[in-house]
């Protein structure tokens, strides 16, 4: 049985899913944490990639979405500030040795984006925006039925635009971008920064784990986590303002566990939207929805990727 597989790698999990040649019903799928003690994340990738090799099957290409930035040309990641070791590493390279097929590497997001608009919410759709909420934050664009990557591959790196000029720090190693401000750990953060500040917290304990739990602490009451989704939200609405500026999609699909907070996030997301954005007619007919693959995005759209490169 010939197999294509296709892996998305984020900061917290891997998934992997192999397919037949012909088809986006997985053959078999997996999921694992992305880093343990002892063992690389190259590692890890490497034992996704057998776990979901049916016995017998014969792997034709090997399709990766993970962080970036990196170049899709060579497969090398520059830098993945949310996953370990991952500098200056030649991801395509080294898998290409290890199961000597061709391999095909592209930004995660970017490829969320793409299996959106070929199989999930953006269906139809000639320009989105898709916006992944999660360790991080990813985005992806279509403009025009075309996926803009950039002359390097480089290209809609939305989550580090600055919205807060020398702000809290950034998993990239700068300031004030959204990621900062809006990701799970930022909300936390932000969150821990008020109670430092003398707010209270009797739901939580003053006890986070996780931006799910200031989640769970805001539809239980609790006015700090409420207020940490309304800076959060406020802030993504702020940005977003501008992406429609630039892109003028007809739809935005906002993907990753933050995004699943609903209205605790998108409520003040679209009241900032509203306020910032300077014509009202960028917001005529725009569509604003969940992600219809959830999880699977990634997953679906390196493998139409894939196929599509290497036909």
Known sequence: MAVLISLDIGGTSIRAASYPLIGEEPVQHFKSTTSTP?????????????????TGSEIKAI?????GPLDPHTGFIFDAPNIPGWKDFPLGERLQQEFHVPVVVENDANMAAYGEWKFGAGVGHHDLLYLTISTGIGAGVISSDVLIS?????GAELGHVTVIPDGPLCSCGKRGHLEAISSGPAIVSYYLQLLKEGGKSTPLNNVLLSARDVSLAAQAGDLLARKAFQYAGSHLGLALAGFIHIFNPSIIILGGGVSQSGVLLTDPMMERMRLEVMEPNYLKDLQ???????????????????????S
Request: glycine share 14%.
């Open 38 to 54: 002892g063992e690389t994340v190259f590692d890890r990738v490497c034992q996704s990639i057998r776990q979901v090799s049916p």
């Open 63 to 67: 399709g990766v979405a993970t962080a």
């Open 150 to 154: 950039g002359c390097r591959g480089l």
């Open 288 to 310: 604003v929805l969940p992600s219809k693959l959830g999880d699977d995005a990634g997953l679906v759209g390196i493998l139409a990727f894939t196929r599509q490169t290497l």
